[in-house]
């Protein structure tokens, strides 16, 4: 893919031309939330652009839909579908690149490219979509079995299940943030003598507050209520992929979640990176998942092998006193079971997916000790110290704390990435 003309593209940046992911920003001009795309250190805001007079001609399949990218949120976009998106993604490619055929729309317009190509650093990010439900799933093989083994030790450490269905449950949407947006510590109920019988829980701020790497998937187009997604359709219903954090309380989880799985030890916050990279910006990027030794209910056999995408994974914690560590680097290609596969699954009952639900992968974690995703892991279940930059350690976070994800793909200059999924722990609200 040709350059870029749009100036400050590092070639590190994980908005390279070849990747244009979409948000949600605020301008001093804009004050309103609105559509944009990221190039590089730049955003190009489609609000304003789209006060060009020939936007119709440039973009025939929004015609009928004039005023999208003044919404606040991308939902009616998602809702247009796959080849909407990419008949779009291609007009704003050539639009930005140096070779572009259309230079008197934006290369050569000063008066535009002044109002239209902001710096990020002048923008504000909001949450990308209206989330009506969140489903975290656990699909994260070497995640299940490192976990299953430090409680039911490596015999059983996969529930007979795993390898049969992408095992997931209901989350919740309305503590879903954006990037950069802190995190109380949560109260709740946990056990602090777990020899003591009967069991004596108190309630006061997690002690084990953990992050949960993951991927996100956005819907697109929705299903009716009784009529599943097929899984070699589910392509069509997805809109993109986001960064996620699926903050974790282990104390809390650990005393609350039998016999109907984690509540309150989950649904204080999960965080996502505020760029949705588009389903055909990841294609290239496909690889093989976790090989799956047992045969598959036909509903979920995709029929092809290259199902998930190789995303270079990196967790970095920043501690109060400005140390850096690197605790985790990893990729997504350890899933075992795809997107596609957990939206068969989900909606096999009839269950139906709506524009701008997000589902989760699950953590993500790789088979060796620098690659796993949580806390619970890195430091064996509360165990063993994590050494950190600046003679510090951790087991789980304390206060001040920030935890920063990047995921990216792709060659310099040619890089296809989500930026950053970011947030810093505050301390708890003393108890009313
Ligand atoms: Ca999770």
Not at 57 to 68: E, M, V
Not at 115 to 125: E, G, R, S
Not at 318 to 324: A, I, L, R, V, W
Not at 351 to 372: M, V, Y
Request: charged fraction near 20%; charge should be negative.
């Amino acid at each position: 893919m040709a350059a870029t003309w749009v100036p400050d593209v590092s070639p590190d940046s994980p908005f390279s031309l070849a990747n244009i992911p979409f948000g949600i920003i605020s301008s001093p001009a804009n004050p309103a939330p609105h559509v944009a795309i990221a190039i590089g250190s730049q955003v190009l805001d489609l609000k304003v652009l789209s006060s060009y007079p020939d936007f119709d001609d440039l973009f025939p399949a929004l015609k009928n839909y004039p005023g999208i990218f003044s919404n606040s949120t991308l939902n009616e976009f998602a809702a247009l579908g796959r080849p909407v998106h990419r008949e779009v993604r291609s007009t704003i490619q050539n639009l930005l690149s140096a070779e572009t055929s259309r230079p008197e729309i934006l290369k050569d317009n000063l008066g535009l490219r002044q109002d239209a190509v902001l710096p990020q650093q002048k923008v504000k990010m909001h949450l990308p979509m209206s989330i009506g439900d969140y489903t975290d799933f656990y699909a994260g093989f070497h995640h299940a079995y490192y976990v299953g083994a430090l409680f039911r030790g490596p015999q059983a450490a996969l529930q007979p299940n795993y390898t049969h269905l992408p095992v997931g449950y209901h989350g919740r949407a309305s503590s879903i943030v954006v990037s950069g947006t802190p995190i109380k510590r949560p109260f709740g109920q946990i056990i602090t003598d777990p020899t003591a019988e009967p069991k004596h829980p108190t309630t006061a701020p997690s002690r084990r507050l953990d992050i949960e790497l993951e991927l996100g998937c956005f819907i697109s187009i929705p299903n009716e209520m009784g009529s599943p997604i097929k899984v070699t359709n589910a392509e069509d219903h997805i809109f993109g992929y986001v960064l996620l954090n699926d903050w974790s309380a282990r104390d809390i989880q650990t005393w609350e979640y039998v016999p109907l799985g984690p509540f309150n030890g989950k649904n204080f916050a999960t965080t996502i990176s505020p760029w949705i990279v588009l389903a055909d910006a990841l294609e290239p990027f496909r690889t093989k998942q976790i090989d799956n030794w047992t045969p598959l209910q036909g509903y979920l056999n995709e029929g092809k092998e290259e199902n998930i995408f190789g995303i270079e994974l990196q967790v970095d914690l920043e501690t109060p006193q400005g140390d850096s560590t690197r605790i985790c680097t990893t990729s997504s290609k350890y899933l075992m079971w795809s997107f596609p596969q957990m939206i068969a699954h989900h909606t096999l009952g009839g269950c139906p997916l709506r524009t701008g639900d997000l589902l989760g992968s699950g953590t993500i974690s790789g088979p060796s000790q620098g690659e796993r995703g949580s806390f619970l892991e890195l430091s064996e279940g509360g165990r063993k110290d994590i050494m950190l930059q600046g003679m510090d350690v951790r087991r789980f976070l304390k206060d001040g704390d920030r935890i920063t994800i990047q995921g990216v793909c792709g060659e310099p200059g040619q890089k296809v990435g989500f930026g950053e999924c970011t947030g810093q722990i505050l301390q708890a609200t003393p108890q009313l």
